[in-house]
């Protein structure tokens, strides 16, 4: 960029960078091949974001069940099961299942990956490719 401010050039400049930049086209103005690799992606992309959030959330459900078990075995050493420590655990229960239900949920991510896989599915069906 040094030589673009110099203050030498008269003229047009054209600056190559070099990189690798992909022009996006729309899904509909891609062929069939395109679709179909774009699919695949699309398809590996939403399988890696599903494994990761599964992921978490069975960290998180492992290290609750933990915790329980270990308050449930100090009450039971302290000799101190009683209402209060019977109503602790199962408000960690109860906070488990809220976390596989939320779980279960989609991100904005998969639902925006979900969408673009139906859309390559009904371009596919469209031409005849599927």
Known sequence: MRDYNSGDIHGDVTIQDNSNNNEYKLLINCNNEELLAEGKHRHEVLNKERSRKNGVTWKFLGFSGLMLLIAAA??????????????????????????????????????????????????????GAR
Do not use: Y
């Open 74 to 127: 100090w009450f039971l050493i302290q000799d101190k099961m009683n209402l209060v420590s019977f109503l602790t655990g199962a408000a960690g229960v109860v906070t488990g299942f809220a976390t596989l239900q939320q779980a279960d949920k989609s991100t904005p991510f998969e639902k925006r990956q979900i969408a673009a896989l139906n859309e390559i599915n009904a371009l596919l069906r469209e031409r």
